[in-house]
């Protein structure tokens, strides 16, 4: 019963890894047919700039910044897990971002909180987070921002 089990997870792994390890194998001056070799197909999905640059995105977690048909630079998704308990885990996960140098560009976060009764995923403010349970903890709740204070009716 475990053996085929392990050769499913074998097998998974081994075809996670080929994916990156297409990825792993791109350096800047390499020619767009390199990398389409390397990955072993075109990008998922692609991004012009006004100075002639191109993002190649291979899902949510890769991407190549090209210029005049080279490669310029590369960049993954990096996680970071902030708590980690067995009741709760919480990851921060800063997607892939490929913009060519003075392009104001919006770095796009998720977090993921994994619980006993089920994970949520979204955009958490850690800082409010962190004084909400402070505040939990402490018996002194945070007073609430200006646009709850709005909305909230008088006793």
Known sequence: MRLPFLTATLAF???????SGGFD???PGM??????????????????FPDKSTAWYY????????REDKVVSKATSEDTTSVDTPIVSVRDTSRALCTPEGYASKEKREQEIDTPFGTYKGNIDP??????????????????????QATTPAP
Do not use: F
């Not at 800082?127 to 709850?148: D, I, L, R, W, Y």
């Open 13 to 19: 792994a081994a075809a996670g890894c080929a994916t």
């Open 25 to 27: 194998k791109l350096y």
């Open 31 to 48: 020619s767009s047919q390199q990398v389409v070799e390397a990955m072993g197909n075109g990008p998922s999905r692609a991004q012009e």
């Open 59 to 66: 899902g949510e977690d890769r991407c190549v910044l090209m």
């Open 127 to 148: 800082s409010s987070a962190v004084k909400k349970v402070k505040g939990m903890v402490t018996g002194k709740e945070a007073a609430p921002e200006k646009s709850e």
